[in-house]
């Protein structure tokens, strides 16, 4: 009897550690916001800018433009650092953008984030492989500060 009151315990015990694991993990991710799910980027529409944050191991580079206006954009992403003019976010970063340096930028309309990487390219010397681009959306705030 003595036997079966003590696993009764370890169970009750285990129960209520995964309990509190999983009570963490979902107060630590509503604190953290979406950084927490891994998603290569992170567009945060503040004030009066747009803040990104970079979750990846790569430094990534960056185009942020009014999206209507992206459609008669055109436009190449940079294929190496020296061409991309320190706007590279560092892995685990941020770097943010006035809203009145994005491209046709207007109060309350969403903006794309065209985002890339480089890797170095083994086969040529000082060359680099595109790894992108990707883009993330986001609505800005439809009464900005300046």
């Known amino acids: 009897m003595e036997h079966h009151v003590t696993n009764k315990m370890y169970v009750r015990r ?21 950084t927490l799910v891994g998603q290569p980027i992170y567009v945060d529409p503040r004030a009066s800018k747009v803040v990104l944050f970079n979750n990846t191991a790569d430094t990534l580079n960056y185009v942020i433009v009014e999206r209507r206006s ?12 020296a061409k991309c003019g320190g706007r590279g976010i560092p892995p685990g970063k941020n770097a943010s953008m006035p ?20 890797k170095p390219d083994s086969s040529r010397v000082d060359a680099y492989i595109v790894e992108g681009p990707y883009e993330e959306y986001s609505i800005t705030p439809a009464k900005a500060v300046f």
């Open 99 to 118: 809203y009145k340096l994005i491209y046709q930028w207007y109060p309350g309309c969403e903006v794309v984030v065209y985002y890339w990487s480089l």
């Open 14 to 34: 285990n129960n209520l550690l995964l309990l509190v694991a999983v009570f963490g993990l979902g107060l630590a991710s509503g604190f953290l916001g979406r």
């Open 70 to 81: 992206s459609r008669f954009m055109k436009w190449k992403p940079c294929d190496h650092p």
